[in-house]
């Protein structure tokens, strides 16, 4: 066998460039996993080898364990890169490169279960001591005050086999509580037939930070710092930042323990993210999920620290040193990341593909690409719209806020729609020159633009 | 040529020469003959009957019935492809190790020369350790195959040559 | 040549011929032939006579008398058309602000139509403030000027044309 | 006049395509100075307008103050930036511009002129209380002993009318200096018709080390940390980094606080660096010189600190604050910069120019790639070989030298001889890595290494 390890690539786009780039860091030699569509792809030439696992569709090929596993041994590969998204949390794949003795970049599958899962999930946080939402079930809808206590205002009346958005009411004020309660479980019984509900607490204006750890698989943890990535469209991340802005020491405190914790109690492997919802009403953070993957959003970590998560994440898969060092809860520079999509923004963020026909980037200090496309390139239809990934990084948050603003005006993508019209447009909106914005803000605020525009 | 441009080579070639910036373009291996043009204003040799206006036309030299005709580069694409019979492959469904016995020792499940239906079982490709019996998907006769027993194949890729006229 | 060439040559060559400046290409190795055009005012004559054993043959669409010359591809490149004498000029022999007239109200230096010497003056370029006589370089007859009165200038623009041959 | 304002870039090269970078992050619109050759080359692409001032050859075009000064009236050009070499430390186009109101980007004239003759310069510096070099003159070349004491061992003997290396004997105590000094006032004589002799202090084995100041052109300083430029052939530059490894606090502390003192004695404006000579074997720090103009290895700053020098550069021209922020005097990154010059270090370091035929660099996070060169591109003979700048940052220097490491490796360019062995060799060799290594220090390792290739 040669020393020089073969790690497969199986995922597409910007990702898989970006695991290639890591594999050359190390001295890896990347051979992608590609679908007939990706065979010739910028992705597919900057690989050393591809190896074509199925058809163009993504349940055809990328989301299937059992082609993916055999491309690895076919390309004798040492280790499985997964990327985000397509089976990168799924045991599936994982276990089936266990059984052949392949490394998976990744977490055990024991962890992708614990953690895949919402319930389980929340168990684990419990375990952990981490702050999870206040939750409760209703036992007698004719006697919830105290429990509307205990939860505290505003929170959600849920009918427990509901689902979809159905069987959700708001309640701000225990009088409507004892008002709705006892509605709420008549209507259940008729909708779902059954009249279970339980109440959560609502957080109408809280903001999505998240946690980068990376543990050694045996509870030890590094730490990189937090990230902002409030500004969404449905749920949907737009824009990140490293680190969140606005945070007290105190908060930040929690964010980054909480997180250790989890990687203690699940002795995590490699890298993953810890979301956390935190209010901007009351002092409130509440743990939502562990992302058991490297994320879309992981440059704004990688820059403001300085390091390489990717190349940290195949060392340790291959049984080497992470090569990561002990950093600081908080970075020396601030770093912003742009999606840029193939939707419209001005058309409800409608996806479009096609062909690239102009593309110039901004050149300068502290900007990074992470991109598959080209000038030529044909953006398929049979993926998700992400096209390239703006990261720019400067020495604080305004002068990062300044220099993405201006390398947003100095992108030119001409073939398609994208998002970087959204993208100015936020950048220089107050409230997010502010920061600290809720996950609720973007969505009226686009849509109050679209008005006063027409 | 050693080797006979396939009908993927002919696509590609025409695709490369639209993109290019000649107006008209005539390529001739062995017994494979095309002459582009994008203005039509040439080609005045015998062949050049029943020009179809100001359209891209494609001569293929391959002797089917279809080699003369005339029609447009569009529609060339993936349907027009009077499947050169000489030229038909069957593809590989799906990445794996392609077997053409049923088990070690055991007689191949079709030999060249052979004819097959289209439900006719011509090997099995396991992907991790599942067996797929592989079909031709048409009728005709297996002239070649072009992996050898116990070979990896990848999604897509010809496994046999199958003339589909015979 | 010893091997015919694969079909990936064929592409290369033909990716090769359309960034030359070639206006249209007739290669043949073997039983292989292309032809290109990027203009269509070729390929009338029957072009396959006179193959030159296995040697690669371009054959050039320009009617002058290199034409129809054999020769090797990278002979061919720079050796380009006899400069036409009508398409003549003189250049600016650097940056600034050119003059046709010694100052303002004056007769210009020349008119169109009036034959030149080599070291006629021919107008005046200024850069900061220096006047800079301008010499016509070569004999023959002023046709065109190219650029108006004190129009601004880059080095080697076209200032006027001149016809060498009258 | 459009509020646009436009730059004119009189240069070309790498440095042409970062300053027309900086003008669009400013929202200023590049106008490109280009001699023929330059015409169509990838700067010329990126700028708005092209204006050809000249033949090929720099001294018919890049070298014409007039020209660019003219090319600068015919772009209604607000501001001048001249790059690096060329016309940069020129006052002749800075007064041509001054007269037509165009402003340059670089220090005033007569800053450029105090700074620019190494006399002047030394007598700025000691007016700074910046430590210049100890030197003497010889009254009585047989009474020399405490002249020697005054400067310390070793030292040189040179000959005051001698010059181009002639007439200097390197001495190392003081029997040497009593038996040789009546010997070079002799030969002296008989070389340059004048025996006066003086000594000056020999350092050979001390580091380049600079300072990157910035000042506002009314005695105010910005500083931007330190870079080690020691590894170096026959004076030119190969490697640079930021900051200076090893550097005690005290010593940087000298660096730092002379460089503040020059900014203010010159009223120095905009950015400029301060050498410095810094030896390993002694205590003694050496002011050099002031190089008055934004220089090749700025990058390394830029990314160390997260700011953008030549932005700055430009706003502080056009009048504007050049929005640069205070900062500590270690930046919290280690950069290292690569020089990839056109030139066969396996023979000499011979340039050779040509056809670009393949070209692909490294990618990931904290690499920066400052180029012209691109597939396909013709590298000019008439130039000097710069090719492209490769910056790699990490989070300290033992992970710089590794990224730097697999970053190289990463390279591919072909068509051309470049200096990426020797960068393969440098980065790899433990005195590198050690950090510190004085300027001497590659010439004669550089050597060995090709004698025990063969």
């Given at each position: 066998m040669s020393d020089v390890p073969v790690i497969l690539v199986a995922n597409r786009g910007e990702i898989a460039m970006r695991i290639i780039a890591a594999a050359r860091r190390i001295g890896a030699s990347p051979v992608l996993a590609a679908s007939v569509a990706d065979k010739d792809s910028p992705a597919a030439r900057a690989a050393d080898r591809v190896i074509v696992i199925g058809a163009s569709p993504a349940n055809q090929s990328y989301l299937k364990p059992e082609q993916v596993a055999q491309a690895a041994v076919m390309a004798g590969a040492a280790a499985v890169h997964p990327g985000y998204g397509f089976l990168s949390e799924q045991p599936a794949l994982c276990e089936l490169l266990e059984e052949e003795g392949i490394a998976w970049v990744g977490p055990r599958p024991e962890t992708l279960r614990a953690v895949g899962d919402k319930g389980s999930a929340r168990q684990v946080a419990i375990d952990a001591g981490v702050p999870v939402g206040a939750g409760v079930e209703i036992d007698d809808p004719t006697n919830v005050v105290a429990l509307g206590e205990q939860i505290g205002y505003p929170l959600l009346i849920k009918a427990i086999h509901g689902g979809g958005g159905r069987g959700i009411r708001l309640v701000t004020n225990p009088e409507e509580l004892v008002e709705l309660a006892p509605q709420a479980a008549a209507e259940a019984v008729a909708a779902f037939g059954n009249g279970a509900l339980y109440l959560e607490r609502y957080y109408g204006r809280a903001r999505h930070v998240e946690v980068q750890v990376f543990g050694d698989g045996e509870g030890n943890a590094w730490i990189f710092g937090d990230r902002d990535c409030s500004v969404q469209r449905r749920h949907q991340k737009l824009i990140e930042e490293c680190p969140a802005p606005g945070l007290s020491e105190k908060r930040r405190q929690l964010l980054h323990d909480s997180s250790r914790a989890l990687v203690k109690v699940l002795r995590y492997r490699g890298a993953g993210t810890v979301e956390f919802l935190v209010d901007t009403e009351s002092e409130d953070v509440i743990f939502l999920e562990v992302n058991a993957r490297i994320q879309v959003e992981h440059p704004v970590t990688e820059e403001a620290f300085g390091v390489d998560l990717v190349a940290a994440q195949l060392r340790l898969a291959l049984g080497l040193d992470p090569e990561l060092p002990d950093v600081g809860p908080v970075p020396p520079a601030a770093v912003i990341e742009m999606r840029i999509n193939a939707e419209d923004p001005n058309a409800d963020f409608q996806p479009n593909s096609g062909d690239i026909t102009r593309l110039v980037w901004p050149k300068g200090p502290g900007i990074r690409i992470d991109t598959q496309i080209e000038e030529g390139y044909r953006f398929p239809p049979f993926y998700d719209s992400l096209m390239a990934k703006l990261i720019v990084r400067a020495h604080n948050r305004d002068a990062a806020v300044a220099a993405a603003t201006a390398a947003v005006r100095n992108v030119t993508i001409d073939g398609l729609k994208t998002t970087l019209p959204m993208h100015a447009y936020v950048l220089a909106h107050p409230d997010f020159i502010a920061g600290g914005i809720p996950t609720s803000w973007f969505g009226p605020v686009w849509e109050a633009r679209k008005e006063s525009l027409t | 040529m050693g080797e006979q441009p396939s009908w993927q080579d002919v696509l590609d070639l025409i695709s490369q020469l639209n993109e290019s910036d000649y107006e008209s373009a005539s390529v001739q291996v062995g017994d494979v003959s095309i002459r582009l043009s994008k203005n039509d204003a040439v080609f005045d040799a015998p062949t050049t009957a029943g020009r179809v206006g100001a359209q891209p036309r494609i001569e293929t030299g391959f002797d089917t019935p279809t080699a003369s005709a005339t029609q447009p580069a569009a529609a060339?694409?993936?349907?027009?492809?009077?499947?050169a019979a000489l030229g038909d492959t069957i593809d590989a469904p799906m990445i794996g190790v392609f077997y053409r016995r049923p088990s070690p020792g055991a007689a191949p499940f079709v030999e060249p020369g052979q004819r097959v239906e289209a439900?006719?079982?011509?090997g099995i490709i396991e992907i991790m350790k599942l067996m797929n019996p592989i079909v031709a998907g048409k009728a005709g006769v297996i002239t070649d195959f072009l992996v050898t027993d116990a070979d990896a194949v990848e999604f897509g890729q010809p496994l046999a040559t199958i003339d589909t006229s015979a």
């Amino acid at each position: 066998m040669s020393d020089v390890p073969v790690i497969l690539v199986a995922n597409r786009g910007e990702i898989a460039m970006r695991i290639i780039a890591a594999a050359r860091r190390i001295g890896a030699s990347p051979v992608l996993a590609a679908s007939v569509a990706d065979k010739d792809s910028p992705a597919a030439r900057a690989a050393d080898r591809v190896i074509v696992i199925g058809a163009s569709p993504a349940n055809q090929s990328y989301l299937k364990p059992e082609q993916v596993a055999q491309a690895a041994v076919m390309a004798g590969a040492a280790a499985v890169h997964p990327g985000y998204g397509f089976l990168s949390e799924q045991p599936a794949l994982c276990e089936l490169l266990e059984e052949e003795g392949i490394a998976w970049v990744g977490p055990r599958p024991e962890t992708l279960r614990a953690v895949g899962d919402k319930g389980s999930a929340r168990q684990v946080a419990i375990d952990a001591g981490v702050p999870v939402g206040a939750g409760v079930e209703i036992d007698d809808p004719t006697n919830v005050v105290a429990l509307g206590e205990q939860i505290g205002y505003p929170l959600l009346i849920k009918a427990i086999h509901g689902g979809g958005g159905r069987g959700i009411r708001l309640v701000t004020n225990p009088e409507e509580l004892v008002e709705l309660a006892p509605q709420a479980a008549a209507e259940a019984v008729a909708a779902f037939g059954n009249g279970a509900l339980y109440l959560e607490r609502y957080y109408g204006r809280a903001r999505h930070v998240e946690v980068q750890v990376f543990g050694d698989g045996e509870g030890n943890a590094w730490i990189f710092g937090d990230r902002d990535c409030s500004v969404q469209r449905r749920h949907q991340k737009l824009i990140e930042e490293c680190p969140a802005p606005g945070l007290s020491e105190k908060r930040r405190q929690l964010l980054h323990d909480s997180s250790r914790a989890l990687v203690k109690v699940l002795r995590y492997r490699g890298a993953g993210t810890v979301e956390f919802l935190v209010d901007t009403e009351s002092e409130d953070v509440i743990f939502l999920e562990v992302n058991a993957r490297i994320q879309v959003e992981h440059p704004v970590t990688e820059e403001a620290f300085g390091v390489d998560l990717v190349a940290a994440q195949l060392r340790l898969a291959l049984g080497l040193d992470p090569e990561l060092p002990d950093v600081g809860p908080v970075p020396p520079a601030a770093v912003i990341e742009m999606r840029i999509n193939a939707e419209d923004p001005n058309a409800d963020f409608q996806p479009n593909s096609g062909d690239i026909t102009r593309l110039v980037w901004p050149k300068g200090p502290g900007i990074r690409i992470d991109t598959q496309i080209e000038e030529g390139y044909r953006f398929p239809p049979f993926y998700d719209s992400l096209m390239a990934k703006l990261i720019v990084r400067a020495h604080n948050r305004d002068a990062a806020v300044a220099a993405a603003t201006a390398a947003v005006r100095n992108v030119t993508i001409d073939g398609l729609k994208t998002t970087l019209p959204m993208h100015a447009y936020v950048l220089a909106h107050p409230d997010f020159i502010a920061g600290g914005i809720p996950t609720s803000w973007f969505g009226p605020v686009w849509e109050a633009r679209k008005e006063s525009l027409t | 040529m050693g080797e006979q441009p396939s009908w993927q080579d002919v696509l590609d070639l025409i695709s490369q020469l639209n993109e290019s910036d000649y107006e008209s373009a005539s390529v001739q291996v062995g017994d494979v003959s095309i002459r582009l043009s994008k203005n039509d204003a040439v080609f005045d040799a015998p062949t050049t009957a029943g020009r179809v206006g100001a359209q891209p036309r494609i001569e293929t030299g391959f002797d089917t019935p279809t080699a003369s005709a005339t029609q447009p580069a569009a529609a060339a694409i993936p349907t027009a492809a009077p499947a050169a019979a000489l030229g038909d492959t069957i593809d590989a469904p799906m990445i794996g190790v392609f077997y053409r016995r049923p088990s070690p020792g055991a007689a191949p499940f079709v030999e060249p020369g052979q004819r097959v239906e289209a439900d006719t079982t011509i090997g099995i490709i396991e992907i991790m350790k599942l067996m797929n019996p592989i079909v031709a998907g048409k009728a005709g006769v297996i002239t070649d195959f072009l992996v050898t027993d116990a070979d990896a194949v990848e999604f897509g890729q010809p496994l046999a040559t199958i003339d589909t006229s015979a």
